[in-house]
């Protein structure tokens, strides 16, 4: 079993609560109000920011050029790809870019972020990855749960875009590189360590989309 799926099955019962969220599960019936659509899409815009200084922190933390090109190309598709995608999918929902600029961070979206920038900070490149893996991982396999439900559905989209082959290439890549990172950093005597980082990491993606819900 990869070690992906090994802090899965440790944490089923929290990462089942993340990938059928309520939000999620409104998200695939097409009744999710849009006021909480569009407060979801400005904190994603403000997490992407740090998501992006996480894979520059990744690249820090690496100590050999395979890992520093993995994590160069994960801040160059955030960057110059998916920050791209996210501005251009926003303004169809009257969402400018300076206007997520100035949004101020929900609590949730400071909890998330900085928790895995800390992770990788005080730990290892293992440590960040393992942090950074729910939300890479998860959205992938929401995006292919909700492939049937795109057509017709105002946030079909959104499901198009992580049920699609580019985005499943870039979850199995992760899961490569968390597989890759414990042959070298890791061993059985680390694993319950990084299942509490995963364990917090999805709690803190459900309070994402919880965030999006309880929006007034």
């Known amino acids: 079993m990869s070690l992906f799926g090994r802090l899965k099955s440790d944490n089923q019962a929290d990462w089942d609560a993340y990938i059928e969220h309520e939000f999620v599960a409104q998200l695939a019936d097409g009744s999710l109000a849009e006021a909480s659509f569009k407060h979801y899409l400005g904190q994603d815009y403000l997490f992407l920011i740090h998501f992006a200084r996480a894979y520059a922190l990744a690249a820090y933390k690496a100590d050999n050029l395979a890992d520093i090109r993995q994590a160069a190309g994960g801040l160059a598709a955030i960057v110059d790809l998916e920050m791209d995608l996210h501005v251009k999918f926003c303004a169809d929902w009257g969402m400018s870019e300076a206007d ?103 709690r803190l993606e459900i309070a994402f989309w919880q965030m999006g819900l309880d929006v007034e």
Not at 114 to 141: N, T
Not at 154 to 178: C, F, H, N, R, T
Request: charged content about 20%.
């Open 100 to 202: 997520m600029e100035a949004l101020p961070e929900a609590p949730e979206t400071m909890a998330y972020t900085r928790y895995v920038l800390e992770k990788g900070l005080s730990g290892d490149l293992l440590d960040l990855h393992v942090a950074l893996a729910p939300c890479i991982i998860g959205y992938a396999e929401i995006g292919a749960a909700l492939k049937d439900k795109a057509a017709g559905n105002p946030y079909g989209a959104w499901i198009e875009m992580y049920a699609s082959e580019d985005y499943q290439a870039v979850a199995k890549a992760e899961i490569e590189q968390l597989d890759s990172l414990l042959a070298t950093r890791g061993g059985e005597g680390r694993l319950s360590s990084l299942s509490k980082t995963f364990n917090q990491a999805t």
